[in-house]
């Protein structure tokens, strides 16, 4: 960008995190090959840059209403928000957010002319959870539901359309209850891990989220309680990968991705001994990189050896 410099706008965009996405949707792109050989090239390219624009626009968007909803408490308004640390003019952040949503949505309208109703309803949805994630009266991000609509936006909506771009013209595919239940079921490693991540910022913030008026899951449940869940559905997640190799959903090569959770269960723990931002919520960001990349790798030698 040449308004802000790229590690500012790196920050805004929290480029670090885009694993969250990208994932999804290259094993959304390999479940589609491995099923069916369906492969549509021109549209599943022009998805990813609206996806990755999208995605910007949503953290530009969330750091955009974190600033501007943190009235009376200046010290994170100062010292935590990008914007106000690096005194970041707030109308050229808004419309830097506007034009990256406005460029996605035209280049996903243009897809769904090409592929179908079904596109522009998930699209819809994800529009709609990226812009009240953080804005609008009531913003999701404030309440105990973030960690649902984030891990299932970003864990299966994402993964969802990757694979429909790619079969949706294949006339041996059938979009039912099944297509859409296995997709979920093959997805919920990736769902529970992107969940677990917000939930752990949650944790690690709960005093600052308190003092922000938000009531997070956390908020609610308490901060033991938090950390039973986030290694519960760490399990969850690892259970689901199990019964979709079984179900023949996901290639048997997928369970090389249990060759890592020794490297989960040690970082998940050491965040929950001791769950502070910039000292053990990194390990559970790395978890996420992690199982996100060891399940990609793993998808890809199951494509090839279709084992």
């Not at 390219?45 to 910007?56: E, S, V």
């Not at 953290?59 to 209403?65: G, L, P, R, T």
């Amino acid at each position: 960008m040449i308004f802000l410099k790229p590690s500012v706008f790196f920050e805004l965009v929290e480029i670090k995190a885009k694993t969250a996405s990208i994932f999804p949707f290259i094993m959304g792109t390999l479940y589609s090959y491995y099923h069916w050989h369906s492969i549509n090239a021109l549209d599943l390219i022009l998805f990813f840059i609206a996806m990755f624009l999208f995605n910007m626009a949503v953290d530009i968007n969330d750091n955009y209403w974190d600033y501007k909803n943190a009235t009376g408490v200046e010290s994170f308004r100062r010292d935590t928000n990008v914007i106000g640390v690096n005194h970041l003019n707030i109308h050229l952040i808004g419309w830097i957010d506007f034009s990256f949503t406005a460029i996605a949505a035209i280049i996903g309208l243009f897809i769904v002319s090409r592929t179908g109703w079904p596109l522009l309803f998930l699209g819809l949805f994800s529009f709609a959870v990226g812009f009240f994630y953080a804005g609008g009266p009531w913003p999701i991000n404030r309440g105990p539901l973030g960690e649902l609509f984030s891990g299932f936006t970003m864990g299966y909506v994402i993964y969802l359309i990757a694979i429909y771009i790619n079969v949706v013209n294949n006339p041996i595919v059938i979009l039912d209850a099944k297509f859409y239940g296995d997709a979920l079921l093959s997805s919920l490693l990736t769902v529970f891990s992107i969940s677990n991540l917000l939930l752990a910022n949650n944790i690690a913030d709960q005093k600052e989220d308190i003092n922000l008026g938000r009531k997070t899951l956390v908020y609610y449940l308490g901060k033991a309680n938090a950390i039973f869940i986030l290694k519960s559905l760490y399990v969850l997640g690892y259970l689901a990968l199990v019964c979709s190799v079984i179900l023949g959903i996901l290639p048997k090569m997928m369970l090389l991705t249990f060759l890592i959770t020794p490297i989960v269960y040690k970082n998940a723990k050491a965040f929950s001994k001791n769950p502070i931002k910039k000292k053990t919520f990194p390990l559970i960001i790395k978890n996420l990189l992690l199982i996100t990349l060891t399940e990609t790798v793993a998808f890809i030698l199951g494509v090839i050896f279709n084992f």
